[in-house]
Structures are given as structure tokens and as C-alpha cells.
């Protein structure tokens, strides 16, 4: 007669909470312990794991959307794609984190990420096949995701990032691309006389200089060298971020 393991079809909680069932047991080699097939409640995902693990509750949801509250692993590790992460998370963290200092020009505006890129495995499938892709200058941080070069003259609360909507270019030509509708914009300005000085806004520096933004904005993308005299150069985030701290 054969033994029934109990084991099956129990429910347990991992130590976030999260709730998952049994399905079956998994034999293995004589001498390696054996392993369950188990299942998340919330979201289907499945996994293997020993009984020891089970019972600590240390098995992950790799599914739970946990970065963001829309972004998810999958079935794959950051570790090891660290600079895929990167990339990844900080589109996602433009478009869904509320305290992320970009998001008003992202998310607040209507921009998204695809669903399919709601996971970072599939995000990783997707980047190599990303236009203007190239390992070597990826790794070295030389090509920037872009997602409006692709998407000229789409309204800013229509744009999304996904692989037909994306490409890989140069820091000068995102740059020199950005969609600059509503954005709170961070720029050094050089005036015809005097020395430089930093910006954080377009519209009241606009105002109080009595220049038009939109000839502003056309120097800062690169389409104009200078504006009566002025010259303005845009900060890079991490610069943006430098100056803050």
C-alpha cells in the first residue's frame, strides 16, 4: 500500500504573509532531500522547494509585484543584471513611484511601461532586441533607453515604453530628444553678461526674464545654440541628484 504524504495539499504563509499550497511532492535522487511543488495563491506562481524551507517560510513570490507596486522578477535575479535592473527599475520608478523626483514629467503625465515590462524577465528577453542596442556599450553606460525619438508627435500622455517604442542612443541624443511638455525642468542658464546659474523651473525663470520657453526648451534639446544672448545647458539626473544632497 502506498503512503499518502500529508504534506500535500497543506497551505502555509511565507514570512511576508503570502499564502501558497502544496501541489506535490517531487522525488529526487536517493540521498538528496526530496522537494514539493508549491503555489502562490495571489498570483499562480509556482515553484520547488525542501520541506525545511517550506516550513521557515523563506520561499519568495518571485511574481509579487513588488517593486513599485506594479514591477515583478520573475523568474530570474537581479545579481546577476545589475545593469538591466538599473535601467528597469529606474523606468519604472519614473512612471509609478510618487516620491520619485521625476515623476511629475512621468507618470503624473501620463506616461507608462507596457505591461510585458512589468517584469524584469521579460524586460530581459526584450533588451537585446531593443534598437540600437549594443552589449559592450549597455554595460558601459555609453546608450540611453529612449522612449521618444520612436514616438514624435504622440501626446506625452500616450506614450509608453515598450520594445516597438524604444531604442538605445547616445546620453547627447536623449538629451537632445527629451519630450519637454509640462516638465519641471533643471538647467544651468548662461546670460549675455554674468555668470552661470542654476534653474529649477522653467516656467517662473521664463517669467522673470521675459523669455519664451518654448526658445528655451529648443536650446536646451540642442536645435538652437543660444536664445538673445543666452545659453542654457540641462543637467543630467545624477548631477540633479548631486546637487541636492
Known sequence: ???????????????KGQTFTIIDKIMTKPGKSNRYLLEFKATG????????????????DRFEKSVFNVGYLGNTKMVSNKAAYTVWNGMLERCYDTKCERYPDYGAAGVRVCERWHCFEYF?????????????AFEQRKIFLDKDIKQKGVPKNQK???LS????????????NRDLTNAKLHFIAIPPKGDSFYVAGLRPFAEKYK???KAIKNCLMGHRSDYDGWKFEL?????WRQKKS
Open 235 to 239: 543637467i543630467r539626473e545624477s548631477n
Open 165 to 176: 517604442t524604444c531604442c538605445f542612443v547616445s546620453r547627447e541624443v536623449n538629451n537632445r
Open 160 to 162: 509608453v515604453y515598450s
Open 211 to 213: 523669455l519664451h520657453r
Open 45 to 60: 506562481y509556482r515553484s520547488t522547494a525542501e520541506k525545511v524551507h517550506i516550513l521557515r517560510g523563506t520561499i519568495k
Open 1 to 15: 500500500m502506498t503512503k499518502i504524504d500529508d504534506f500535500i495539499g497543506r497551505t502555509f504563509n511565507n514570512k
Open 124 to 136: 530581459l528577453e526584450d533588451i537585446e532586441l531593443i534598437e540600437g542596442y549594443e552589449k559592450d
